[in-house]
Each structure stands twice: as structure tokens, then as C-alpha cells.
């Protein structure tokens, strides 16, 4: 049924956890979020690496995504080697040891009403 | 005037059918579409396999797209092998066996505001 | 300053024009926008074809976009050969004699707050 | 960690600046804003130009994104050689002599929720 799809390398030029949040926890958090679909058999080894506007890039954070499976990860939970400010800009790339498919969703809950956006991220060839 | 357009093989990293809903139905449902255009002049017969976090994948949904016909399929309608959990992460993979062209949208009514999302899904080679 | 820029065929698997709207007209009246870029020295002769889920496809549909100007065509408005129903899923293909750019939006203000997606759309090659 | 992600010519055919918000500034202020990531190690030149439906097109707009940097660029405050009109369409084309990655998205606070559009900008070959 697997097969692997995607590419080894994305970016996302877009990248900002809103600075609060409205409604229940967790689904109502304000959070961004970077989605990766592993299709194939093999684990995906992922690292990502975060850059600002005004620092050097920070990274990488570690993910394993395992075979025939999807991970949805919020920016906001990565921890390792530090945790994003929120408030700021940034953009994330994210490189993988097998093909992987990259989308990036935010759901911005800083008002009574949430506003949603998506992207599949950019992937380098 | 009809031309086969598209990719047979189709990723979405992102999948995500909202809990509840608020609103008049069925336009108001919190729905998680994937939007198939074929555009050729042989009906497409699809095989949606369905990608989660914590169990291996579960599919194929088939689907037939007819002749220079779209069909917005809601992932909340899919009941063959089995229905999607809601308030769950999943990912998604669409193989035809003509060109399509596949654009993903969430329309998120859990709030009394909707929200909506949409992208282009990601075209494997 | 100008140079060709895009692609000569495109499609967008979404289309849906919400059946009502509110707030000031017409910022907010509830649309399904194209918007073309041709960045080019000519002229761009665009013929839009809509598909349906349920009868043969409508068009052409024909646009002149200038040379070197961009047009944010609301589905909304396109009368010849006959307009887009609404609350009815549609799909389109655009072509064009010289390569431009494709981006589909659109504003749901069915509901007081309104709700906006956009994506590129899909580059045929 | 760096290395050089993207493409050197990328256009977004949607463009457009609210005429008004809603909320604390700056973060709810209407704004279409285009996010450069720059993952090389050499600083981006970017030039943009705007393309309207009824002029000819406006720029370059000068922007440089250091070495392993990412700028989000809020066409709201793009001035030089002139200010984008609010309430007006337009297209851009970003052009760099490094490669970059483009992310397009629109905070639209015109109501008293706001609304959310993201997409990937298209890359040229």
C-alpha cells in the first residue's frame, strides 16, 4: 500500500506564533503548525532548522516520523535545543533522510473568532 | 475542449475534520474537502489512502471522477473502508489512473465565524 | 523591466461562489476571484473553461490581460457564455497564449466576520 | 547548517491592501505581506515589482535578506519609488540574485475578526 512520495528538502518562508490566545486548550491554542506525511516504509529522520530576522539560525530540532505515518507538530512545542519566541517572525526549513510531503497551517485564535490559513511548503529539488 | 491535466499521484500532509459545527447544514458542517478536477476524456477511478499518527493506514477509498467533471469529495462522507475519526490528525494520498488536478480546503465552523483554508495539494512526479 | 513569467495552462480543482453575503458591497460580497499576472510584453488571450460535477463544461470563457497588468477576475461576474450558478462546486482550467501567473482567493462573508483562502494554483508543464 | 533553498524569480498574482482594520497595531493592522527566507550563505538582492490592472508596472523595490535570514516584508511599507494604494489591486514579481523562497499571506482585520490567507509564492524556472 506504501510508497514513498514527496522530497527531502522544504521550506516555509512563513512562520509566527501569535502571542495569545481564545477558546478551549488545546485545539484553540493559537499555534503554527508544520504537518509531514511519511508514505513510505522507511522512518523519516527530520530535521528542521529555524531562521529569524535578526539571529542566526537555530537547529536542528529532531523528529522522527515513522513509516506510513503523519505527524502534525506544533511549532510551539519544540523545545529542543530552544523554544520559539512568540510575537516573532520566522521561516523553518525542513530536511528529511527519506521523501517526505511538508504543509503548513496556522490557526490564529487571538480573537473571539479563529482565522485559518495553509500551504504546502515549498519543496527544493 | 477537454485535455487531460494534472498528476496521477497527489499528497495532502494536513488533514483535520473539527469536532463540531455551528450553523445551517450542510453547507455550515465543519468539513475537510478534497476538491478532484478531472479534466480529460477518460473517467479517473481514485484510490484515497488515509494516513494517521498512531496506526498504520487505512484504504483505499475509491472514488470515480467522471469525464470533464470535478467532484468535492468531504472526508467526512468517506465511510468505505471505514469513517474517519474526527478531531484526529491524518494525511492523505490520491492515486488516479488519469491526469487530475487536486486542491485541499477546510471550512471550520466550530466557532459561530467560520474559517476557511485551501491549497493546491502537493503533485508527485 | 518585464519578462515572461508563468505557465500557459492552469487549473484550480475548487470553485464555489457562497449563495449570500454580508457587509458593504461589493469588498464584501461573498466571491470566487482569479487573479492573473502577466508580467510579459504581451498581450494574454486567456480562455477559462468551468467544469461541473454533474453536466458537460462551460466555456470558453474569454479575458484579455494586458501586457505587463494583472486581473483579479471574479467568477462572479463572467456572464458569456453563461453564468456560474451559485452554491454549486465548480473547477476550472485556464489557458493562455503566453505564459502567466494563477492565484485563486476567495471572501466568504456569509457570516458577519468573513473568511478568506487563496493558493496558487496548479502549473501545468 | 546553510545552504542555498529556492529559486531566483518568483511572482504572486494576488495583491491587495485592505483600507481599513480592526484592533491594536501593529499586529491587526491590515496587511498583505510577502516572507523571504533566505537559507543561503550569501545576502539576497531582492527587487520587486508591483503590476496593477490599469498602469504599468511600479519598481524596483529594493529589499536585501542577509545570509541565513528571513525578512517579512508588509507591502504596507513598501515606499520607495512610491506607496502601493490601498483598496487596489496588484501583482508582484520578486526577483533575487541569490536563491530564496517566497511565502504570500494577508491579515484582513477589516471586520471585527480577522481573516488569514497564506499560499507559497510560484517559483519560476
Not at 511519511?38 to 537555530?58: K, L, R, W
Not at 515513522?66 to 530536511?95: M, Q
Request: charged fraction near 20%; proline fraction near 8%.
Amino acid at each position: 500500500m506504501s510508497q514513498s512520495i514527496g522530497s527531502t528538502c522544504w521550506a516555509i518562508a512563513e512562520g509566527y506564533i501569535p502571542a495569545y490566545s481564545n477558546g478551549p486548550e488545546p485545539q484553540f491554542t493559537s499555534h503554527e503548525t508544520v504537518c509531514i506525511l511519511n508514505a513510505g516504509d522507511s522512518d523519516a529522520h527530520v530535521e528542521m532548522t529555524i531562521f529569524y530576522s535578526d539571529q542566526e539560525p537555530v537547529g536542528p530540532y529532531q523528529v522522527t516520523v515513522p513509516a506510513r505515518r503523519t505527524r502534525h507538530i506544533r511549532f510551539n512545542d519544540l523545545t529542543d535545543p530552544k523554544p520559539i519566541p512568540h510575537d516573532t517572525d520566522f521561516a523553518s526549513v525542513i530536511r528529511s533522510d527519506v521523501p517526505i510531503v511538508v504543509q503548513h497551517t496556522r490557526l490564529d485564535s487571538r480573537q473571539s473568532e479563529n482565522a485559518l490559513l495553509s500551504t504546502i511548503a515549498y519543496a527544493s529539488n
